[in-house]
């Protein structure tokens, strides 16, 4: 989930720097802006590729929607560019697609990204120490109610536009950490007396425009 945090913050980063050289007169962010915003929704399909290293419907959609408001907002349909950029972008996505999948140890846990639809995973983790999950325009559970924590472990809930939930045990401690960008983290686990040696989950979250929860039932 490391890239997708990652796109979020180059994002971010060059609205500011563009924000920044429109305020001293180097030159006109807005025009910059107004013609070349849906790279970042084509990196955003990529990055969502590159995290799942494979190639799925959402993100190729993704990504082939964002070459399709570039080639609009840079007149490329009406010249000979178009038809050959977008089968150079999924040319690209295939080929992301055929990397080898990543050896994950027991001990930690990737959920697919959720990018406009829904996913729901199960972690049957006997060590579980970490698991990613995300959700891009979409909904994403993490059921981890079937995975044991010996002392603790952390999840990295990202919630972009859609809602991530997280499922823990009874009998399990959780600590949410992060702070939210216009969006919203909460902690539905009952509110029951645990001993000190009760296994601690660490949730961090990073909610924008969206919405994390943990639970030990679904929402």
């Known amino acids: 989930m490391k890239p997708v945090r990652l ?3 180059l994002v971010l980063l060059i609205l500011g720097v563009l924000g920044l050289a429109d305020a001293f007169d180097l030159f006109d962010a807005g025009n910059v802006l107004d013609h070349w915003w849906p790279v970042a929704v084509i990196g955003l399909g990529v990055t969502v590729m590159l995290v799942q290293r494979r190639v799925s419907a959402g993100p190729v959609v993704v990504a082939a929607f964002g070459c399709v408001l570039l080639a609009n907002q840079l007149g490329w349909r009406e010249s000979g560019v178009f038809w050959p950029t977008v089968f150079v972008v999924m040319g690209a996505a295939v080929l992301i697609g055929l990397r080898r999948h990543r050896v994950v140890d027991h001990s930690e846990f990737t959920a697919p990204v959720a990018v406009f639809g829904g996913t729901r995973t199960v972690d049957r983790s006997a060590h579980l120490t970490h698991a990613d999950v995300s959700a891009i325009f979409g909904g994403a559970t993490l059921d981890l109610r079937e995975a044991h924590v010996e002392r603790e472990a952390t999840v990295d809930a990202l919630a972009l536009f ?3 939930d997280v499922l823990v045990p009874r009998g399990w401690r959780v600590r ?3 702070m939210p ?5 909460e902690d ?4 029951e007396q645990l001993p000190p040696e009760a296994p601690v989950l660490v949730v961090r979250a990073t909610a924008v425009f969206g919405g994390i929860r943990v639970g030990n039932e679904p929402g």
């Open 181 to 185: 960008v216009m969006g919203g983290c």
């Open 188 to 191: 539905k686990t009952a509110g």
């Open 162 to 164: 859609g809602g991530v």
């Open 7 to 9: 796109w979020i913050g």
């Open 176 to 178: 949410i950490t992060g």
